[in-house]
């Protein structure tokens, strides 16, 4: 324990940023985890891939952030072993990566139920998206344990400073591959998901451009491929603002202050918010359904379409 961090308000008041947004992101997520266990009407592919972003989120806020950085900021570095800092570093940065891939999931889900809708349901039934996401499961498992039996024995750890109040790998020449690899993945996952994420908003834009929807059912389908489409960009958004300040506005200033906000709070917040948008765009949980789900109670309403539009062209059920 040291008496340094125990009677500095700055570790004080970092620690309690982390708790607060700590347990309010592992709320939002944990409305997500709950929602979709207990309405067999949630229970889509879209959704149950939010669902498994939340679990990870939960288990990162909780575990990384409140059991492990808040205590750590609060009663100095030796609190834990090196080789504990190590474990749930990594454990936490390849959920991280799992969450990345959750996202690349999901940028493939819309690009499907826009450009392929017949083949749809069967890309992204329920059963296949369980596999797919149980594989990344499995995947980011594996790379944990590949990842700790390599680092170990160089003793390339991992430590979360709380001096700087963020962490920071080893500075071992033998480690620099490790993190070097990472970020290359990363950037060339980002690269791809900007690519399906711009195809998928030029096909919604053409199909709108180019047809006059009368059709209440194609208006209400259409408008939930965009509300869901919305909430990808979104959360694609807080993980590119959390690896601009990871690797590129980190380093700008040497105050603890900003090391802290820099990388911590934007990382640990960016798990938050995720959750908070995964609520805000889901239809049982805000009042974002009357907004956009919203149809007239008179069927006779809908005015007639002036376009026909082939049936294949239309956007897939959202399932």
């Known amino acids: 324990m040291s008496s340094q961090t125990l009677f500095d308000p700055l570790n004080w008041a970092a620690s309690l ?20 266990v207990s309405s067999p009407l949630e229970r889509t592919s879209f959704n149950l891939i939010c669902a498994y972003r939340a679990v990870l989120n939960c288990v990162i806020l909780s575990w990384g952030f409140i059991g492990t950085f808040v205590p750590l900021a609060i009663f100095g570095d030796t609190l834990f072993p090196p080789v504990y800092h190590l474990i749930v570093i990594t454990c936490v940065n390849s959920l991280y990566v799992g969450l990345q891939y959750c996202g690349f999931l999901v940028a493939i889900n819309r690009f499907c139920a826009m450009y392929f809708p017949i083949m749809y349901s069967t890309l992204f039934s329920l059963k296949l998206t369980i596999v797919f996401t149980f594989a990344i499961f499995c995947y980011r498992i594996s790379r944990i344990v590949v990842e700790l ?17 963020n962490w920071s790998p080893y500075l071992n020449p033998e480690c620099r591959e490790k993190y070097a690899n990472v970020v290359d993945a990363t950037a060339i996952l980002l690269v791809v ?32 491929n965009k509300i869901m489409f919305t909430q990808t960009i979104l959360q694609d958004l807080t993980y590119l603002i959390d690896m601009l300040f990871t690797f590129k506005l980190g ?43 919203s149809s007239t109670a008179n069927p006779s309403a809908a005015i007639q379409m002036t376009k026909t539009v082939p049936s294949r062209s239309y956007p897939a059920p959202i399932d």
Request: one cysteine or more; charged letters at 20%; a positive charge.
């Open 193 to 224: 998901l900007i690519l399906l994420n711009i195809a998928t908003f030029v096909k919604i834009y053409l199909f709108y451009k180019s047809t006059e929807l009368g059709s209440r059912d194609i208006k209400e389908k259409m408008k939930r």
């Open 251 to 293: 380093g700008i200033f040497t105050s603890r202050v900003w090391t802290f906000i820099s990388g911590s709070f934007i990382w640990e917040s960016v798990h938050s918010f995720d959750g908070l948008i995964m609520i805000m765009f889901n239809e049982r949980l805000t009042f974002l359904k009357r907004s956009f789900f």
């Open 17 to 36: 940023l982390m708790t607060m947004n700590g347990i309010f992101g592992i709320v939002c997520n944990g409305i997500i985890v709950h929602s979709f």
């Open 149 to 165: 039996l390599q680092s170990i024995p160089k003793e390339c750890f991992s430590v979360y400073s709380s001096v700087d109040l």
